[in-house]
């Protein structure tokens, strides 16, 4: 067979992830704080782009409002948008067209706390109150009288730097040079994570004086800073509040019988009564057991809701969160004012593409607004129960039941919830906190949300007496006389998810809640 060169005509079809294609998709998953600083981005690389200014009756952005229920049906055709999928596809950054928008429709929330009328007090949370453990005491406890305000001051210096400045007023040379070297092996909750024969043999000086030198680092402020283990963090808050007497010194020395709730133990040891060591308890409760958490560490940042809900005249009213969305808009007059002059057809055609990529991006922006506030309509619709009485009434929900109602993919819906807050009169919650796996009701009837079943579970540990504590057994058969059919295994899991204890720990904190 001879070889030689042959030239074939072949035809095939394949799916290519455009950059337009691949924008929109990562927009879809973008919060909005994220967003706007995408749009941020965007104004410092396209000169065509320029931030709006509010207009009377409107906030910055793209109002979104939707009456889920009662709501008048989308017309069949030119009123309703295009999918994302046809958006994209249509190659919308071609057009020259002015986006359409709506800026001044009902603005239902003012984006601010003070601003909402309607405020409704969220559910109860928290565990066990009065339980003591050495977990307790390790987070601070539930009991106690609270220092007040104070303890939740934000100090602008770091612990160490907080530290620092004092080692340099009560210590001097070689003293000071060794305190300061054990600050730097303290760790952000106020501990010395290092040990001092060691830090002897690295800095060359006898143990005695890094002793010596410890010493004086641990009656820095906070008080506890500098201990090496929770009990030496205790007993020098205790010798703060002249409070280090033998009996609790005994009681700091025996943390892990407190958390075992060994009492008679406890009292044989401490020789002290019901009485005393119920002082005693109560005195630790008020110490802290991390007190450098208070200095340095990052900051908190707030959650910013990206959708805010709420209940008008029998509808349910979803509205994007315009505050933290600029409003984009595309500047022709510029536009018009640098394709007048004289140019170059590469200067032409740059122009040209920055017009094309202004315009996609604020109808993406739109269509992405309309995304949102479609799957948010239809997860509200679905879990209505919960908007009007609660966790309990939560329903099962998967991403592909809502991708289904919406004829939308199930990526579309898990990238319209994901990193997304709603703002409602019950509180704060991601998106995918409506999304649960199912549990069979016993009735046959219909099946109920993992999360409503987990909030029986907690209201019942929260109602048991301190005499009749409940075994998950026996949780198991109250939970099916309210009609859920479920496990012992996944009670106990589910008892584990909410924090709360075996009946065993449960037992053994009632009792130390009753020695208070």
């Not at 000071?176 to 002897?200: A, K, P, T």
């Not at 500098?226 to 943390?255: F, H, S, T, V, W």
């Not at 119920?278 to 630790?284: G, V």
């Not at 995304?371 to 329903?395: C, D, N, P, W």
Request: net charge negative; aromatic share 4%.
């Amino acid at each position: 067979m001879a070889l030689g060169p042959r030239l074939d005509l072949r035809q095939s079809q394949s799916l290519v992830m455009t950059p337009q294609l691949q924008q929109a998709i990562r927009l879809l998953a973008l919060s909005n704080i994220e967003i706007e600083a995408f749009i941020g981005e965007e104004l410092e690389r396209n000169p065509l782009l320029e931030l709006g200014g509010e207009e009377p009756g409107s906030d910055i952005g793209m109002s979104g409002v939707d009456a889920v229920f009662d709501a008048p049906p989308a017309p069949a055709s030119g009123g309703d948008p295009a999918g994302s999928d046809e958006l994209i596809g249509a190659g919308m950054g071609e057009t020259d067209r002015p986006l359409d928008m709506d800026l001044n429709g009902e603005v239902f929330h003012h984006d601010s706390v003070s601003d909402c009328p309607e405020r409704i007090a969220g559910e109860a949370s928290g565990g066990l109150d009065g339980a003591l453990s050495l977990n307790d005491i390790a987070t601070g406890g539930s009991g106690g009288d609270s220092d007040g305000w104070e303890d939740s001051l934000e100090y602008d210096l770091s612990l160490r730097e907080h530290l620092h400045a004092q080692a340099g007023i009560v210590l001097s040379g070689t003293a000071l040079f060794i305190g300061r070297h054990l600050i730097e092996l303290i760790d952000e909750n106020g501990y010395l994570r290092g040990d001092l024969l060691q830090v002897s043999h690295q800095l060359g000086v006898p143990l005695g004086e890094v002793e010596a030198a410890l010493a004086v680092v641990q009656t820095l402020e906070p008080t506890g800073v500098g201990a090496r283990d929770l009990a030496e963090c205790l007993a020098l808050q205790a010798k703060e509040a002249d409070r280090y007497d033998p009996c609790m010194a005994r009681l700091i020395d025996n943390l892990e019988l407190l958390a075992r709730g060994a009492l008679p133990q406890l009292k044989r040891l401490c020789r002290v009564d019901d009485e005393d060591l119920a002082d005693m308890i109560a005195e630790l409760r008020q110490y802290d057991p991390k007190p450098g958490s208070r200095f340095g560490g990052s900051s908190i940042e707030a959650v910013v809701p990206d959708l805010f809900v709420i209940e008008r005249e029998g509808k349910w009213l979803i509205e994007i969160n315009s505050a933290t969305l600029p409003r984009l808009l595309v500047n022709r007059s510029y536009h018009v004012s640098l394709t007048g002059g004289r140019h170059d057809a590469k200067s032409k055609a740059w122009l040209s593409e920055c017009l094309a990529e202004a315009n996609w991006l604020v109808k993406a922006l739109d269509q992405r607004q309309r995304t949102i506030i479609k799957v948010a309509s239809e997860i509200v619709k679905q879990q209505e129960a919960f908007f009007r009485h609660g966790v309990t009434q939560l329903r099962p929900l998967t991403l592909r039941s809502v991708a289904d109602a919406i004829e939308m993919h199930e990526s579309t819906v898990s990238r319209v919830t994901s990193h997304k807050y709603l703002s409602c009169a019950r509180g704060l919650y991601e998106l995918k906190y409506f999304f649960t796996s199912a549990i069979q009701a016993t009735d046959g009837g219909d099946a109920v949300s993992a999360s409503a079943v987990k909030s029986h579970i907690k209201a019942l540990i929260d109602e048991e007496d301190a005499k009749n504590i409940l075994s998950d057994d026996q949780l198991v058969d109250l939970l099916k006389e309210r009609g859920f059919d479920i496990a012992r295994r996944t009670v106990a899991k589910y008892r584990e998810a909410l924090g709360l204890g075996s009946s065993v720990q449960r037992r053994r904190q009632k009792k130390l809640q009753g020695a208070r």
